[in-house]
Nanobody, 123 residues
Framework: QVQLQESGGGSVQSGGSLKLSCAAS?????MVWFRQAPGKERDKVGSIDSRGSTLYADSVKGRFTISRDNGKNRLYLQMDSLKPEDTAMYYC????????????????????WGQGTQVTVSS
């Protein structure tokens, strides 16, 4: 069992920055950030495995950076050049079985989930 707790969300103006953190307990393998805007499906933002290999959605490439501290069992999402369309609830997750990440979404049951943290970007 993996427990996850996000922090660092808030409100920021367009062009600003925020850094999200996720404290994890248990065996963390492929770690993934998702986000869900009101009325929309949950989308993958990006992922990182225990080697530090990262993948990003096209919509955030060059603006967001995912990192992890394996010693502290923490996951981070540095978000720069934020846009109003980045407004969403952001979720930290860990794949239940996969050590390495890929671009697929395996369905909600394949992940452990945090409670989410709200990010609001105003124009």
């Amino acid at each position: 069992q993996v427990q996850l707790q996000e922090s660092g969300g808030g409100s920021v103006q367009s062009g600003g920055s925020l850094k999200l953190s996720c404290a994890a307990s248990g065996d963390t393998r492929c770690m993934v950030w998702f986000r869900q805007a009101p009325g929309k499906e949950r989308d993958k933002v990006g992922s990182i495995d225990s080697r530090g290999s990262t993948l990003y959605a096209d919509s955030v490439k060059g603006r967001f950076t995912i990192s992890r501290d394996n010693g502290k069992n923490r996951l981070y999402l540095q978000m720069d050049s934020l846009k109003p369309e980045d407004t969403a609830m952001y979720y930290c997750s860990v794949h239940r079985r996969h050590t390495y990440c890929d671009e697929r979404y395996y369905g909600a049951d394949s992940y452990f989930w945090g409670q989410g943290t709200q990010v609001t970007v105003s124009s």
